[in-house]
Structures are given as C-alpha cells and as structure tokens.
C-alpha cells in the first residue's frame, strides 16, 4: 500500500506542469555549472598538474556540481513538498483519504518516497552528467559515490521537513513558506561559528554533509539524517493521527 500510494502521488507530480518546469530548470542550472566547472579543469589543467595533491577531475567538476545541487533542491523542494498533504486539507480530500483502509503511516511514508523518488530522478540526473566524464578520463568513484549519497539524504531530509510543515496548515503557500523558514534555520544555525565543539554544529543540516562531499561515510553524519528524516516523518504521523481523534 506504501508503493500504490507513492505512486499515485509521483505521478500526480508529473501531472502537474510545476514539475516539468522544475525538473526542466534543474537539468538547466545543472548543465550551466557543469559545463563552467570543466571548461575551467580545462583552461587550469596544465597548471593543476604541476601542483603536488591537486584535486582531480571528480574533485574539481563533479564534487562542485552537487554543491550547487544543495543549494537549488534548498530552494526547490518546498515548492514540491508544500502540496503534499495541505492540499489535500484544502480540497477536503483529507477526511476520505484518512478513511480508506490504510494507516496513517502507510499515507505518511507513501507521500514521502512519492517525493524522494522525484527528488532522486534529479539526483540521477547529475550522476548522468558525471558519468558522461568516462569519455575523456576517469572519475573518482568513491567521490562520486559518496556526494550522491550525501545528497540523497539531504533531499529526503528537506522532502521530510516539508511534509510535516504540509501537514500543520490547508495553505500550500503557507506550508512552502514555512519549510524555507525552518530549511534555512537549519542551514545557517552555525553561520560565524568558530568553536567546533559547538552544538550548533551538531544541529546543523548542511555541516553533516561536508564528509560525504570528501568521498567519506561518516557514522555519525549518516545517522544524523536518518535521525531528521525519521523525526519529521513520526511528527507527521502524530498530527495527522490526531486530526483523525478530532474527526
């Protein structure tokens, strides 16, 4: 039930326009900076390979081309993931989708990976570019590999703040408005932080991904976003248990 309801909700994704626009201006902004980071590998080549411990093809275009993914699925995502369940409560198809014979749970995660794998589509997207690199060198898979992850999990952790941000209103613009906020809180909390024992640092969303844009797996950075996606999805579960009591 969890898979036939994320897949009604991928392809209510691609039924609306929104989608195919956002998908088309991903594919853009990342084919823009692509192109920019190996034309500049190009016009340094000749100097990098005098320099000893000079990052290489993947570090010097790949690794940058998922730095600029984070920031546009920052700004993305909460124009995906506002609809999600506050549109439902607007149109007053909450109440009987609530009613069917599924738990609150199975609706929750359904949404979730209805969007994680729309998230995921652009994600490949990227991994195409990368690959393409094989034509005329090699890359560094376990960079590559590590970046993919890591922004695999900031997209389910930005998809799993949205949701729950769709769930506490009937106002999309609202919930989208919202996400940003907490998105961006999230973000920027350690902003001019020098003391690296600081929480802030723990609390952080983006300074947990800086090991895996080095091709690295760190424990504690991957569980840190099993941990926020988890938490959001359970407080959309709980709200979304207690508008069916009130019901």
Do not use: C
């Amino acid at each position: 039930m969890i898979l036939s309801i994320a897949g009604k909700e991928l392809r209510r994704l691609f039924i609306s326009p929104l989608a195919w626009v956002i998908l088309a201006f991903l594919q853009f902004v990342f084919a823009l900076f692509f192109n920019l980071g190996l034309r500049a590998f190009f016009e340094t080549q000749a100097q990098m390979a005098m320099i000893p411990g000079a990052p290489g093809f993947t570090a010097y275009v790949v690794e940058p081309s998922f730095g600029t993914a984070r920031i546009i699925l920052l700004m993305v995502v909460p124009l995906l993931s506002m609809r999600l369940i506050a549109e439902e409560r607007r149109n007053q198809t909450l109440p009987f989708l609530m009613s069917a014979p599924v738990s609150i749970t199975e609706i929750v995660l359904g949404k979730f990976l209805g969007l994680l794998a729309f998230l995921a589509l652009t994600v490949g997207l990227l991994v195409l570019m990368a690959l393409s690199l094989y034509a005329g060198g090699k890359l560094d898979l376990g960079l590559l590999a590590g970046s993919v992850l890591g922004l695999l999990l900031l997209s389910g952790s930005f998809a799993a703040v949205g949701l729950y941000l769709s769930s506490l209103t009937s106002h999309p613009l609202v919930a989208g408005v919202g996400t940003y906020g907490v998105l961006l809180l999230l973000w920027l909390i350690n902003a001019g932080v020098t003391d690296p024992a600081s929480p802030l640092h723990i609390i952080s969303i983006i300074k947990h991904y800086d090991s895996f844009a080095k091709g690295t797996v760190a424990l504690y950075d991957l569980v840190y976003y099993v941990v926020l996606i988890v938490l959001f999805l359970l407080l959309s579960i709980r709200r979304l248990d207690a508008d069916r009591l009130r019901a």
